[in-house]
């Protein structure tokens, strides 16, 4: 349950769908009072409130009846719809008429589901956080749409007693996806895996759902139980962020760092002072050091003094903030895509990813994807290949978690690895149950 004085109950909009089924499924793992809002009724395991997210009515009714403290907003069309009005009124029109409900119905927090896209303008985005100011023109409306809604919701914080924060996950991949692994299935199922785009030295967020469910609930917990900014002196909060992290190893596992203390011998002609104890150490996967190793920062970090000073609100603070979250596990994008198909090969007993590959130069990409949407507005068929896909595939887009893991306290709870062989497990499953899409 929430960690505040109150314990929430929550409504989860779009809770028959991809990620908003996760967060319902933790929260009830957790044992805690949960709804959900949709149009499509798939499960039969909480109460479940029909209706339109455009409707203020109907979302009136939900709150109403469901008596929520909590709500998430997880409701969005998926990207590559070729119908940009869809995604303002579910994006934008929604977003407004859900935050108008709020108020109306005394609500007390608002967990908005973002996209890390909305920070993607074309070029490389490195290791980049929070920060970053988003793009003057969105690449496509899905991103123009999100952008907007995210923008609704964190205005919205503090206004007639609603806390809001937004949360934007990177390349969410899992159990129940039909979206991203059913393209790479069709790739893989057309013998395409040779084909590549670019040199593959672009890093690429992926985001396992359950790590994406689980910061979620770390975030509507700490919307009304993190320190404000009033709360926090400037020396508490430098003393904060000045804690180191731990790698994250989640995929790798633990691993030590060799030091005066903890380390492999070597060859020797005599042992070294304290050599087996050394060794002891090092052997030993659960040996903490003592020391504290030197933690810096450089003046380019957002809690450096420079990034802490021209911050303007408390770096610590949930209410009204957007948090990246990520695997924390970059990955080169066709390492990721080939350790798909390595899958699918290894279950259906092939070797279609073993082909050799045939790499394509971004900028050909670029052209072809061009060519590729004037033939889909000439022709009047929505493009397989677009610029959009091509920039995708083909740049660097990954992220600093630092502010998720420090203010909501976020760690990856199920690694790359783990995940894409769940990922591909629970796809297999549903292509046995439905034959017809295999």
């Not at 119908?83 to 935050?99: E, F, H, Q, R, S």
């Not at 030091?259 to 150490?281: A, C, D, F, M």
Request: proline share 5%; hydrophobic share 35%; charged share 20%.
């Amino acid at each position: 349950m929430s960690s505040g004085k109150q314990r929430d109950i929550y409504l989860v909009f779009g809770g028959s769908g991809f990620v908003g089924r996760h967060i319902v499924e933790q929260l009830l793992a957790r044992g805690d009072t949960v709804s959900v809002f949709d149009i499509v009724q798939k499960y039969h395991d909480t109460p479940f409130y029909a209706g339109d997210i455009t409707e203020a009515d109907q979302i009136a009714d939900a709150l109403q009846k469901s008596g929520a403290t909590c709500i998430f907003h997880t409701i969005s069309p998926h990207h590559g719809l070729q119908d940009p009005a869809l995604y303002w009124k579910v994006n934008v029109d929604g977003t407004t008429a859900l935050i108008s409900a709020a108020h109306a119905q005394g609500v007390r927090k608002l967990v908005y589901t973002s996209s890390a896209s909305v920070m993607f303008n074309g070029t490389d985005l490195i290791n980049v956080d929070e920060r970053l100011p988003l793009p003057r023109e969105s690449l496509d409306a899905y991103n123009e749409s999100k952008v907007k809604a995210e923008q609704l919701v964190l205005a919205a914080n503090g206004q007639k007693g609603l806390l809001t924060v937004s949360l934007r996950p990177a390349g969410v991949f899992g159990p129940g996806d039909r979206q991203g692994i059913t393209g790479f299935y069709d790739v893989w199922k057309r013998g395409q895996t040779h084909w590549q785009i670019g040199y593959n030295e672009n890093l690429f967020d992926w985001t396992y759902v359950e790590n994406v469910a689980h910061a979620h609930l770390l975030a509507a917990d700490k919307l009304d139980t993190a320190p404000s900014a009033e709360e926090l002196t400037p020396e508490q909060v430098r003393q904060l962020v000045s804690i180191p992290l731990p790698p994250i190893t989640a995929t790798t596992g633990k691993h030590h760092i060799p030091t005066s203390e903890t380390r492999p011998l070597g060859p020797y002609v005599e042992l070294v002072e304290n050599g087996e104890q050394i060794l002891k150490n090092w052997q030993d996967p659960n040996y903490e050091s003592p020391h504290v190793r030197e933690f810096r920062r450089n003046r380019f970090d957002q809690f450096s003094e420079n990034g802490l000073a021209g911050a303007e609100t408390s770096p610590m603070q949930v209410a009204g903030q957007a948090f990246l979250i990520t695997n924390g596990e970059p990955i080169y994008f066709w390492d990721y895509a080939r350790s798909i198909w390595y899958r699918f090969d290894k279950h259906f007993g092939t070797d279609k990813y073993k082909r050799k590959p045939f790499v394509m130069d971004n900028t050909i990409g670029l052209v072809l994807g061009h060519a590729a949407e004037w033939w889909g507005w000439i022709s009047g068929k929505p493009p397989a290949f677009t610029v959009f896909r091509v920039k995708t595939v083909s740049r660097h887009k990954w992220h600093d978690i630092e502010k998720a893991r420090r203010v909501l306290g976020y760690e990856p709870i199920v690694g790359l690895d783990e995940g894409m062989q769940r990922t591909v497990d629970d796809f297999v499953k549903w292509l046995d149950a439905n034959p017809s899409k295999a």
